[in-house]
């Protein structure tokens, strides 16, 4: 049960819980369908709601109801945006990631959805993301800490091999960049040299025109 709800009806948070009157008590279900009440507010920015639980025991039935007080409060908004721990890659390469921006009602799903949109870029090996105050009330500052990984590659090799004609020999040269010019931009260039054969190729990738993905 939820009291003290008027954001959202006792219907729509029925609709989240799974578990239903009857069912066997599994405190790790419970958790996850308080998890998902509270989501709710949450993906809607009201964070600063205070939720507290109690548990009612029915010893002669053997049942436990399991209800949630809420006290309402104002929707967060998102006053600004902090990208941290860039050492080559430019700032927008990350915002234009972000399902969100300023100015927006904050919600979790966005800012978990946008540390995936970083993370999925291949440039960081790892994305940290917390909340802090903004500078007014009511108004808060996401930032994400990222860690970037290594984003160059290269390999090389030689053949030495032997016919008839001769013992020729046979290399390779591959170079990549995922990050050209800190732009999340991808150039290649791969060579092949050997007596008969000899290749070059060269390819440039961009996922993005404007502010635009292409796929």
């Keep these: 049960q939820v009291e003290g709800n008027t954001v959202f009806s006792d219907a ?21 369908e308080i998890e998902a009440v509270t989501d709710l507010y949450w993906n809607n920015g009201y964070i600063f709601n205070l939720i507290s639980s ?9 049942v436990i109801t399991f209800i949630l007080t809420v006290q309402e409060n104002q929707q ?14 430019k700032p927008y390469v990350f915002e234009r990631e972000l399902t969100f921006s300023r100015g927006d009602i904050f919600s ?5 959805r946008s540390a995936q949109n970083i993370y999925n870029t291949l440039i960081v090996t790892d994305v940290q993301f917390d909340i802090i105050n903004g ?7 996401p930032v994400y800490t990222v860690v970037e990984g290594n984003q160059m590659d290269i390999q090389f090799g030689a053949t030495f091999g032997g016919n008839v004609d001769g013992f020729p020999v046979s290399g390779f040269l591959q170079w990549s960049d995922k990050n050209l010019g800190g732009t999340g931009r991808d150039l290649a260039i791969t060579t092949n040299l050997s007596p008969d054969t000899q290749n070059f190729s060269i390819s440039f990738t961009d996922g993005w025109f404007k502010d635009y993905r292409w796929s």
Excluded: H, P
Excluded at 54 to 62: C, G, Q, T
């Design 54 to 62: 109690d548990m009612v025991r029915d010893e002669e039935n053997k």
């Design 135 to 141: 500078s007014e009330e009511g108004t808060v500052v």
């Design 12 to 32: 729509q948070f029925q609709d989240l819980i799974s578990m239903r009157e009857g069912a066997v008590l599994d405190i790790s279900r419970v958790q996850k």
């Design 108 to 112: 979790k799903e966005a800012l978990i």
């Design 76 to 89: 967060a908004i998102v006053e600004d945006i902090r990208i941290e721990g860039l050492t080559k890659t």
